[in-house]
């Protein structure tokens, strides 16, 4: 018989699951969303990064949501929500409306994901809550290895047929069996209604972000046209005055989205630039590789999901060897050696690419560079948090960790809209290598950049109990999960 905490913890975890899978699952359908609703390289990139864009945008207001309406009622109505848009997507009869669906369904995410860890530390404490946050984590590692994996799957297997929207289905019965377990089991607590919920703030975010995606999205294809440079200055004037605006609504005493110390913290503001720079070159190779499987090689769905894997073990295994001790012994140094794997893996991934013979290609051909970089990645993503979390104080640790996840999903978005653009551009002359080796210059130059930042970052880490609130004083809703994004 499992205990009500134990199931508490399950329903969490899922919820959680359900997040990284659509993040990553939809991946390999872009061949089939072509034969199916017409989808070009644009559409496809919407699919994909508009999910990571919205998600990424309402984070910190989703904490904050649930800080005020309390965290059940919260997590049942993103949980409802995301199930319906899940639907929604799966149905969807063009391109537009499964782009408008998958908008929708990463602010559901939003609404939904910062109550997670909230819901955690209300039903646990002490020793309990240590021991559910060394399960909960690695657990949560999985989504991003199964992700491409089982969309290939699902698609190759064109269950009933189905094919591309079954990515979408599996989410149903799932979501809907949590809905009943957490109605039933997640004890009912009230919000705080004195906390105020900042909708100005949420807005210039949402309206800022979106000025910095729409062009990067859309530029390549119309030629970069005078409006897109435009949107991304006004993008960047956008977040200039979210900044303003944030600090004179602390000074009113209003509550504003972000914790008003936190932008005068060099570190953390250097390490919210290392964080979009990350896993933008992170997610945006990922893809490049997805596109290249299918597109260039021809690889179903199911073979080139499958050869997501040597990048996913790669990260599995320098995520455990960062976090179990090497983070620990040499401190900030790990970041550092990290880029250079994922740029020794690169290099490797080049050569291996202008050795290839187009008659005989197998995967084995790449898994090397591919594993030597994701070791590297994994490097990096185990221990990046916990650095950045170190420049800030325990008052302020609800906050600036929903603020991470924030920029992480963000630079998801951007990284799958520059380098799909890059890759992509390349791919329409069949230029396949070409296109990859873009791409990869690209990530060096980006990690080249992020290497730098970490010499800006405190020398230690905070002890990962202290960055879930476990002995420090109670973090916020606001502290949504740190994605690992393999």
């Known amino acids: ?154 698609i190759e297997g064109d269950f009933f047929g189905l094919g591309w929207r079954s990515v979408f289905l599996v989410n149903l019965p799932i979501g809907i069996a949590a809905l009943i377990v957490a109605a039933r089991f997640v004890p009912k607590k009230a919000g705080d209604c004195t906390v105020r919920v900042d909708l100005t703030g949420a807005a210039l975010v949402a309206v800022s972000c979106a000025l910095l995606v729409l062009p990067l999205n859309q530029g390549q294809e119309e030629g970069w046209p005078l409006w897109t440079w435009l949107s991304m200055a006004a993008s960047v004037i956008g977040f200039a005055l979210f900044a303003l605006q944030q600090r004179r609504t602390a000074a009113a005493g209003r509550g504003p989205l972000v914790a008003p110390g936190l932008l005068r913290k060099p570190a953390f503001t250097v390490g919210l630039g290392g964080i979009a720079l990350f896993f933008g070159g992170l997610i945006g190779t990922q893809l490049v590789l997805t596109l290249f499987l299918q597109i260039g ?41 990290g880029p250079l794997v994922q740029l020794a893996g690169a290099a490797l991934l080049w050569f291996e690419l202008d050795g290839l013979d187009a008659a005989s290609f197998s995967i084995r051909d790449i898994v090397p560079g591919v594993a030597v970089a994701g070791v590297g990645a994994g490097m990096v993503i185990a221990a990046l948090f916990s650095f950045i979390l170190a420049a800030v104080d325990n008052d302020e640790i609800g906050s600036a960790s929903g603020v991470l996840s924030a920029v992480q999903a963000v630079g998801g978005s951007i990284g799958v809209a520059v380098f799909g653009s890059v890759f992509l551009a390349q791919a329409r002359t069949d230029d396949f290598i070409g296109g990859f080796h873009r791409a990869l210059i690209v990530q060096a130059c980006l990690l080249v950049v992020f290497l730098a930042i970490t010499f800006l970052l405190p020398r230690k880490g905070r002890p990962e109990e202290e960055q879930h609130g476990i002995a420090t004083e109670p973090a916020t809703g606001s502290d949504a999960k740190q994605h690992l994004a393999v």
């Open 1 to 154: 018989m499992v205990s009500n905490g134990g199931l508490i913890l399950v329903v969490v975890i899922v919820a959680e699951l359900m997040d990284l899978l659509d993040a990553s699952i939809v991946n390999v359908a872009g061949p089939d969303l072509e034969k199916s609703l017409g989808a070009g390289s644009v559409g496809l990139q919407w699919v994909i990064g508009g999910y990571a864009l919205t998600l990424g945008a309402g984070l910190v207001l989703g904490g904050r949501l649930g800080d005020r309406y309390g965290r059940r009622r919260m997590f049942l109505t993103g949980l409802a929500a995301f199930t319906a848009c899940s639907l929604l997507c799966a149905v969807a009869p063009n391109i537009e409306s499964l782009i408008a669906f998958r908008l929708l369904q990463g602010v559901a995410g939003a609404m939904l994901l910062p109550q997670g860890l909230g819901l955690l530390r209300e039903n646990f404490s002490g020793p309990e809550l240590a021991k559910v946050f060394a399960i909960f984590g690695p657990v949560l590692g999985l989504g991003g290895i199964i992700g491409p994996v089982l969309g290939g799957f699902l």
């Open 297 to 337: 090689r021809h690889f179903t769905a199911g073979e080139a999901g499958l050869g997501n894997l040597p990048l996913a073990v790669g990260t599995a295994i320098g995520g455990a060897v960062s976090g179990a001790f090497l983070a620990d012994k040499i401190g900030r140094k790990v970041l550092q050696i």
